[in-house]
């Protein structure tokens, strides 16, 4: 008799079920309700860009410029109403520099045909350089309390639940009616799966391209936004810690193949519940950072030769030029 076939996302989901109870016998203050609710807080953040991060690997990319679209353009924002001008102004300001962030990667990636790897790393570095050497007096910008009108996007709670975590269920929700319901997002499928039968089918994948890389970074600076609330400031130092792979490791652990064409906000949502219970089980036992970095490390490569695995790459999808 013959055993069904599980999906990554079924094994990840069996492996959180596992690790949650695990921690909740093991560890009593695991599963206390205000360390559940600042478990999932803490990869609020984490989760929004995977869900930005997730259309554009369904859609057979890579977007490595995300935490720079994270922290610079919304740390602008800041900057300029501290600096006394106007919200209306700052937010302009901050939404045109993202859009034109997006719409430069998504270019040159659709049109200019270069490959989304080195695109994205590239102009990542390059606005990061930009907003520290010419846009911010000091590496972390304060909240201005002018700002405070819109600090409800990442500051205080409803019914008990932290802003972050709203924001991440609203973008979850939206995310998911646009992959399910939106002709873009089947048309997101669709390039995914096979690039060249889209186009023959009459598809406008590039114009699709552009506005994949325009989302994914008007979804991070969304991110840095709700991030920069929560906090009362903004560090532009973030771009150089490890959030970009934890973002990878959210997509591709909770079942979106690199290959293209599969997965969906299911698949983020329980990406991200395991590598948060896992991190809080980790800081719970006083595990070090650089011990914890080893063992995302080591899921990270566990969950790409799963994917390579469930989802092996054929001539064929070697030839049209994924990521």
């Given at each position: 008799?013959?055993?069904?076939?599980?999906?990554?996302?079924?094994i990840?989901?069996?492996?959180?079920?596992?690790?949650?109870?695990?921690?909740?016998?093991?560890?009593?203050?695991?599963?206390?309700?205000?360390?559940?609710?600042?478990?999932?807080?803490?990869?609020?953040?984490?989760?929004?860009?995977?869900?930005?991060?997730?259309v554009?690997?369904?859609?057979?990319?890579?977007?490595?410029?995300?935490?720079?679209?994270?922290?610079?353009?919304?740390?602008?924002?800041?900057?300029?109403?501290?600096?006394?001008?106007?919200?209306a102004?700052?937010?302009?300001?901050?939404i045109?520099?993202t859009?034109?962030?997006?719409a430069?990667?998504?270019?040159?990636i659709?049109?200019?045909?270069?490959?989304?790897?080195?695109?994205?790393?590239?102009?990542?570095?390059?606005?990061?350089?930009l907003?520290?050497?010419?846009?911010?007096?000091?590496?972390t910008?304060?909240?201005?309390?002018?700002?405070?009108?819109?600090?409800s996007?990442?500051?205080?709670?409803?019914?008990?639940?932290?802003?972050?975590?709203?924001?991440l269920?609203?973008?979850?929700?939206?995310?998911?009616?646009?992959l399910?319901w939106?002709t873009?997002?089947a048309?997101?499928y669709?390039?995914?799966?096979?690039?060249?039968?889209?186009?023959?089918?009459?598809?406008?994948?590039?114009?699709?391209?552009?506005?994949?890389?325009?989302?994914?970074?008007?979804?991070?600076?969304?991110?840095?936004?709700?991030?920069?609330?929560?906090?009362?400031?903004l560090?532009?130092?973030?771009?150089?810690?490890?959030?970009?792979?934890?973002?990878?490791?959210?997509?591709?652990l909770g079942?979106?193949?690199?290959?293209?064409?599969?997965?969906?906000?299911?698949?983020v949502?329980?990406?991200?519940?395991?590598?948060?219970?896992?991190?809080?089980?980790?800081?719970?036992?006083?595990?070090?950072?650089?011990?914890?970095?080893?063992?995302?490390?080591?899921?990270?490569l566990a969950?790409?030769v799963?994917?390579?695995?469930?989802?092996?790459?054929?001539?064929?999808?070697?030839?049209?030029?994924d990521?």
């Amino acid at each position: 008799m013959q055993l069904p076939r599980l999906s990554q996302q079924a094994i990840v989901s069996a492996l959180f079920v596992l690790l949650f109870t695990g921690l909740a016998v093991a560890l009593p203050g695991f599963r206390q309700v205000d360390n559940l609710l600042t478990l999932i807080q803490n990869v609020s953040i984490l989760g929004i860009l995977g869900l930005g991060m997730a259309v554009i690997v369904i859609g057979r990319g890579v977007d490595l410029s995300m935490i720079a679209a994270l922290c610079i353009p919304p740390a602008l924002l800041l900057q300029l109403v501290g600096d006394g001008h106007g919200i209306a102004f700052s937010l302009a300001a901050a939404i045109a520099l993202t859009v034109a962030f997006g719409a430069i990667n998504g270019w040159l990636i659709a049109y200019a045909e270069v490959p989304a790897l080195f695109v994205t790393l590239a102009s990542g570095l390059f606005l990061a350089g930009l907003g520290q050497a010419f846009f911010f007096q000091l590496e972390t910008v304060q909240w201005p309390q002018a700002l405070d009108v819109i600090a409800s996007v990442g500051r205080g709670r409803l019914l008990g639940v932290p802003a972050s975590v709203w924001m991440l269920a609203a973008t979850l929700l939206l995310m998911a009616a646009y992959l399910r319901w939106f002709t873009l997002g089947a048309y997101v499928y669709a390039m995914g799966d096979n690039p060249q039968g889209a186009r023959t089918a009459g598809i406008p994948t590039r114009p699709m391209q552009l506005l994949q890389y325009l989302s994914s970074a008007l979804i991070a600076a969304f991110a840095g936004l709700v991030l920069a609330a929560s906090l009362g400031s903004l560090s532009t130092r973030i771009f150089n810690s490890t959030l970009i792979y934890d973002v990878i490791l959210v997509v591709v652990l909770g079942g979106i193949g690199l290959s293209g064409g599969r997965g969906g906000v299911g698949n983020v949502l329980i990406g991200t519940l395991l590598i948060g219970t896992l991190l809080n089980g980790l800081t719970i036992l006083d595990v070090g950072y650089s011990v914890q970095n080893l063992v995302k490390g080591l899921v990270l490569l566990a969950a790409i030769v799963i994917d390579t695995l469930l989802n092996p790459r054929n001539e064929e999808t070697a030839q049209q030029g994924d990521i």
